[in-house]
C-alpha cells in the first residue's frame, strides 16, 4: 500500500544510513529491501543471468521524491538518476499542488499493439478485406497462446489492417491490439503475432516479414492533470507574485508547444523523472522514452507532452498524455533486487498504478523546469544542488567539500568552477 504521508519534513537533513532507516519504517521494509539500497544490489550471478558478457556492475543513485499526492494517496518515488536537481524540483513542485488535492489520473486500459508486415500483396485492399473478415478467428487463435492473461481479463482484444506506401511499395500492416494487464507485454503480444503470422500469410497471398510489437502504445496512455494556486507559485505565499509565475509559465509552455526545438529539451526535462522512475523499478525504459517522444509527433509537428493554461479562477493548470508501457510481472522487476525495494517503497500492485506516478513525475518536473525557467533561469538552482559534485571534480578531500560549499554559497558570486577552484586554494592556504 502506498504510505501515510509523503510529507517527510527535513528528510534532506539525514545522512544517508538514516534515511533509509526512516523509508523503511514508514513503508514497512523488510531487511532484506533495505539493503537492497545499502550494499552492491546487484549480485554477479543475477547480472550475469540478465544480459550476456558481463564484467561487472555499474551503480547510480538513488534518490526519493517526497509530497506526492496522487488519487488520493501518498506516495515516496525512487529515483534512479545522476542529474543534480531532478529530485528536488520533482519534490518541490508536488507539493505545490497538495492545495487543491495533488494530481489526478485517468489511465486507459493497458492496450498493447503487435505489428504483423505483409509485402508482395498484389491486392491490397482485396488482402485487408481478407484478413478483417477473418477477425474473429485470429483474435481466438491469438487467445489460446495466453490463457492465463485472458484469465485476467487481458488478451487480444481486436485486429486492424493499415495500408502503408513505402520505398518497397504497398506494405500491408496488422495490428493486433492485445490488453497485457500488468505486464509490459512485450512477450506476450510477439508470440501471439508469430503465431497467427501463417494464418496472415495466407489469407493475404503475400509474404509476412516482421512480427513484433510496437513501442509507440497510442492505446496505453497514462493521463494526469494536477491545479496549482497563485500562492502555490509563490514562494512568498503571495497571490500577485504567483500570477506572475503562471504567467512566466505559460509563456514557457506555449513556446514548447509550438517550436519543435524548444519541445525537445522541454519533453526532456519531463523523462528526466519518468526514465529514472522506471529504471528504479526495472522497466524497459528506452521502450517509454522511445513511444513518449514518437506520441509527441503522432499525426502532427513534434510539440509539448504537457499542456499547460489558466482557469477562471487564475489557477494553473496541468495535464499530461502519454504512451506508458509498463509492468509488474516479468522482466528485471522480478530479478533486481532493488526494483523490487523500490517497488516495495511505492506500495503498488499495478501497472497502472507505476503509469501513473510516472506520469504525475514528469507533469512535476516539467513544471519545476517552466518555474524555473520563467523566474531565476536553470542555471542558478541547478547549479547550487551541483555544487559538491563541482567540488569533488576539483580534487577536493571528503573534509573539505563543506567548508568549500560553505565558502562558495557565503561569497554571493556565481558558481562556476572557477569559483569553486579559487575557494579550494583559499581553504588550503594556497
Given at each position: ?13 539525514l545522512s544517508v544510513p538514516e534515511r533509509r532507516q526512516k523509508l523503511a519504517d514508514i513503508a514497512g521494509l523488510t531487511e532484506e529491501q533495505t539493503n537492497a539500497w545499502a550494499d552492491a544490489e546487484l549480485s554477479e550471478d543475477t547480472a550475469d543471468r540478465m544480459i550476456e558478457n558481463v564484467v561487472g556492475r555499474y551503480s547510480l543513485p538513488i534518490g526519493v521524491a517526497t509530497n506526492f499526492i496522487i488519487d488520493d494517496e501518498h506516495y515516496l518515488v525512487p529515483f534512479v538518476v545522476e542529474e543534480a536537481s531532478v529530485v528536488a524540483a520533482a519534490s518541490n513542485m508536488a507539493k505545490r499542488c497538495q492545495a487543491k488535492g495533488g494530481f489526478r489520473s485517468d489511465n486507459t486500459d493497458p492496450i498493447m499493439i503487435g505489428q504483423i508486415q505483409i509485402v508482395g500483396c498484389e491486392n491490397p485492399e482485396e488482402s485487408r ?302
Open positions: 500500500m502506498p504510505v501515510d504521508n509523503s510529507r517527510l519534513k527535513g528528510f534532506y537533513k478485406d481478407l484478413i478483417l473478415a477473418a477477425k474473429d478467428e485470429l483474435i481466438q487463435s491469438c487467445n489460446d497462446v495466453d490463457p492465463i492473461l485472458v484469465k485476467f481479463g487481458g488478451g487480444c482484444k481486436d485486429v486492424e489492417v493499415r495500408i502503408i506506401e513505402t520505398m518497397s511499395g504497398p506494405m500491408v500492416i496488422v495490428h493486433i491490439l492485445v490488453d497485457c494487464r500488468d505486464a509490459m507485454g512485450a512477450n506476450a503480444v510477439n508470440t501471439m503475432a508469430e503465431t497467427i503470422a501463417p494464418k496472415i500469410e495466407s489469407l493475404s497471398k503475400g509474404t509476412v516479414i516482421l512480427r513484433i510489437i510496437s513501442n509507440l502504445a497510442i492505446h496505453r496512455l497514462a493521463r494526469v492533470s494536477a491545479t496549482f494556486t497563485p500562492e502555490e507559485m509563490s514562494d512568498k505565499g503571495e497571490a500577485s507574485q504567483g500570477s506572475e509565475v503562471i504567467e512566466g509559465v505559460l509563456q514557457a509552455y506555449h513556446f514548447a508547444a509550438a517550436d519543435p526545438f524548444r519541445a525537445t529539451t522541454h519533453n526532456k526535462g519531463i523523462m528526466n523523472a519518468i526514465s529514472p522512475i522506471a529504471i528504479a523499478c526495472g522497466q524497459d525504459w528506452r521502450a517509454i522514452e522511445s513511444g513518449a517522444h514518437s506520441y509527441c509527433a503522432h499525426e502532427k509537428q513534434y510539440t509539448s507532452m504537457t499542456h499547460w493554461e489558466k482557469d477562471s479562477d487564475g489557477n494553473l493548470v496541468g495535464s499530461i498524455e502519454c504512451p506508458m508501457a509498463v509492468g509488474l510481472v516479468g522482466g528485471a522487476v522480478r530479478i533486481h533486487p532493488g526494483a523490487q525495494a523500490n517497488v516495495a517503497l511505492l506500495g503498488i500492485k499495478s501497472a497502472n498504478d507505476l503509469a501513473k506516478v510516472m506520469a504525475a513525475a514528469g507533469m512535476a518536473q516539467n513544471l519545476g523546469a517552466l518555474r524555473a525557467l520563467a523566474t531565476v533561469g536553470i542555471q542558478a538552482g541547478h547549479m547550487k544542488l551541483h555544487l559538491k559534485n563541482m567540488i569533488s571534480s576539483a580534487g577536493a578531500k571528503d573534509e573539505e567539500i563543506d567548508l568549500v560549499a560553505n565558502m562558495v554559497k557565503e561569497s554571493g558570486e556565481r558558481i562556476t568552477m572557477a569559483t569553486v577552484e579559487a575557494a579550494l586554494l583559499k581553504i588550503r592556504g594556497d
